[in-house]
């Protein structure tokens, strides 16, 4: 079945460094465009970075511009979130979702497809 | 970039309709049809519900409807069901690839 499973998140100080990993199978990955969407503890959804199908393409919401960088394997049907000089404002669940059709580009018609997510804690 | 506006709770006895509104501005959801709606549960994933303003993917439930006038959407569950409590988020494009999600919903079923 469709799926997409995170991993890498932990506690990490600030400052420091962490990547993320989205697993993806059932589907042609590479034909789709793929988001990683955040939530801080008891706040709501925030959209942080999309990457186009073909990776031609990838922006960034402006709290994290410089900081994490977006990127994909379509070899390994793996989606990464490379964060880089963490502050305590980034911690949050971290889910990696699926543009609902494929072969986008410009605006997502929505994220149909989410993993379950992967916690990533920064503090001192 | 500013989150949407939500209603921060809606609540409603089951059977009865329930809107909740999503207000942005003309730079996002006045601009483009890219709306969607997702719900989710305490501890869950968000799911999609409404995507393209009023469209619904397969699977989910024809009593939730969206629809989009101005600067504001608006995701309609109608036939409350006690499985409809959970968060609900809007979100639009806001041009250039990025997006932006509302503050979110909580709706409560009496």
């Known amino acids: 079945q469709v799926q997409l499973v995170e991993s890498g998140g932990g506690v990490v100080q600030p400052g420091r460094s962490l990547r993320l990993s989205c697993v993806a199978s059932?589907?042609?990955?590479?034909?789709?465009?793929m988001h990683w969407v955040r939530q801080a503890p008891g706040k709501g959804l925030e959209w942080v970075a999309v990457i186009f199908y073909d990776g031609s393409k990838k922006y960034y919401v402006d709290s994290v511009k410089g900081r994490f960088t977006i990127s994909r394997d379509n070899s390994k049907n793996t989606l990464y979130l490379q964060m880089n000089s963490l502050r305590v404002e980034d911690t949050a669940m971290y889910y990696c979702?699926?543009?609902?059709?494929?072969?986008?580009?410009?605006?997502?018609?929505?994220?149909?497809?989410w993993g379950q997510g992967t916690t990533v804690t920064v503090s001192s | 970039q500013s989150a949407l506006a939500q209603p921060a709770s809606v609540s409603g006895s089951p059977g009865q309709s329930i809107t909740m509104s999503c207000t942005g501005t003309s730079s996002d959801i006045g601009s483009y049809d890219l709306v969607s709606w997702y719900q989710q549960h305490p501890g869950k994933a968000p799911k999609l519900m409404i995507y393209e303003a009023s469209k619904r993917p397969s699977g989910v439930s024809d009593r939730f409807s969206g629809s989009k006038s101005g600067n504001t959407a608006s995701l309609t569950i109608s036939g409350l069901q006690a499985e409809d409590e959970a968060d609900y988020y809007c979100?639009?494009?806001?041009?250039?690839?990025?997006?932006?999600f509302g503050t979110g919903t909580k709706v409560t079923v009496l």
């Open positions: 979702a699926r543009d609902l059709s494929p072969l986008i580009v410009g605006g997502t018609d929505g994220m149909g497809v």
């Open positions: 059932g589907f042609s990955f590479n034909n789709y465009g």
């Open positions: 979100c639009s494009y806001a041009g250039s690839s990025t997006y932006v």
